[in-house]
Nanobody, 115 residues
């Protein structure tokens, strides 16, 4: 079955950087678009970034454009989210997602931006 395991979250000061990773298994990774979502306390989950199966097309929510970069390594079955210039409002649980025979989510990784 599909498994998505995120890592790389933590506590960082405003202006800092983090790199999230999502290791995927149980499906042909290179055939599927992958996405990162975030959910802040008391808010609905929202799409942060998406990348096409070959990694040639990416899209971002406006609030992270120019600061976050999504990428993937199909040889390693891993998708990444490089997060730069972090702001307190980026604080959330970040989860990776793939739509294959339904919705598939990882367990999420907490990102906290605070001084």
């Amino acid at each position: 079955q599909v498994q998505l395991v995120e890592s790389g979250g933590g506590l960082v000061q405003p202006g800092g950087s983090l790199r999230l990773s999502c290791a995927a298994s149980g499906f042909t990774f290179s055939s599927y678009a992958m996405s990162w979502y975030c959910q802040a306390p008391g808010k609905a989950r929202e799409l942060v970034a998406r990348i096409s199966p070959a990694g040639t097309t990416t899209e971002y929510v406006d609030s992270v454009k120019g600061r976050f970069t999504i990428s993937r390594d199909n040889a390693k079955n891993t998708v990444y989210l490089q997060m730069n210039s972090l702001k307190p409002e980026d604080t959330a649980v970040y989860s990776c997602y793939v739509r294959r025979l339904g919705d598939n989510w990882g367990q999420g990784t907490q990102v906290t931006v605070s001084s």
